[in-house]
């Protein structure tokens, strides 16, 4: 995990939204506007590959620990996010 001193600042739902439709979108190349936040990362085609790789992204972005469960759990970004921001939280 990072240093305390290095880790980003929590962010609030809406900005945990953008960043991770961002990171869908350029893994997709679609376009961060095209990405809903009600539709399951499966249907853009993501894989669980995409899902471990996304789960390292978050965990050094955010400097939390994240079981790929949560990302099982919750298939689609919002979800997802409302799921990360107590992790993020309590770090």
Do not use: K
């Not at 996304?54 to 050094?60: G, P, R, S």
């Not at 939390?64 to 996010?81: F, G, K, Q, R, Y």
């Not at 990360?84 to 939280?89: D, F, G, H, K």
Request: hydrophobic content about 45%; proline content about 8%; overall charge negative.
């Amino acid at each position: 995990m990072s240093d305390l001193t290095t880790q980003t600042p929590a962010p609030t739902a809406a900005e945990l939204v953008d960043w991770l439709r961002d990171r869908v979108a350029a893994q997709t190349g679609r376009p961060a506007e095209e990405i809903a936040t009600d539709v399951p990362l499966n249907d853009y085609g993501l894989d669980s590959v995409y899902v471990f790789g996304l789960c390292a992204e978050i965990e050094d972005r955010y400097g939390i620990e994240v079981e790929p469960t949560v990302m099982w759990d919750n298939t689609s970004l919002a979800p997802l996010a409302e799921a990360l921001l107590p992790l993020i939280a309590a770090r």
